[in-house]
C-alpha cells in the first residue's frame, strides 16, 4: 500500500511565503513523476507543478516565477516552495506520484489527501 502525506499549508498573508512537502511511503519499486496540483473552491483541480524523474520542471503559467518544485529521490519526498503568495493561489493542494507498485507491471498514479492553503488579501 502506497501512502502520500502532505504537509506544509496554512494561512498566509498575500506576499508570503509557504512550503509544501509530500512524503511517499509504502511498498512502491519505482518514481516516475511527481507533481502538485490545486483545487480551489467551485473550480476544477489543476496542475500547478510537476517534475520529472530526470528532473526537468514545468509550471503552471500563473505560478511561473512564483513554485518552485523540487524532489529528493533518496527520501521519496517532493517539495514545492511557494513565494508571493496570491490570493488567487488559495486552495487545497494536492500532491501526485506516478509510481509501479511491486505487484504491478506498469505504473499508476497515486493522490495524497490534500493540505490547504489560504492566502489572505
Known amino acids: 500500500q502506497v501512502q502520500l502525506v502532505e504537509s506544509g499549508g496554512g494561512l498566509v498573508q498575500a506576499g508570503g511565503s509557504l512550503r509544501l512537502s509530500c512524503a511517499v511511503s509504502?511498498?512502491?519499486?519505482?518514481?516516475?513523476?511527481m507533481g502538485w496540483y490545486r483545487q480551489a473552491p467551485g473550480k476544477e483541480r489543476e496542475l500547478v507543478a510537476h517534475i520529472s524523474s530526470g528532473g526537468s520542471t514545468n509550471y503552471a503559467d500563473s505560478v511561473k516565477g512564483r513554485f518552485t518544485i523540487s524532489r529528493d529521490n533518496a527520501k521519496n519526498m517532493v517539495y514545492l516552495q511557494m513565494n508571493n503568495l496570491k490570493s488567487e493561489d488559495t486552495g487545497v493542494y494536492y500532491c501526485?506520484?506516478?509510481?509501479?507498485?511491486?505487484?504491478?507491471?506498469?505504473?499508476?498514479?497515486?493522490w495524497g489527501q490534500g493540505t490547504q492553503v489560504t492566502v489572505s488579501s
Open positions: 501526485n506520484v506516478n509510481g509501479r507498485p511491486p505487484y504491478l507491471i506498469r505504473s499508476r498514479d497515486y
Open positions: 509504502g511498498s512502491i519499486t519505482s518514481i516516475n513523476a
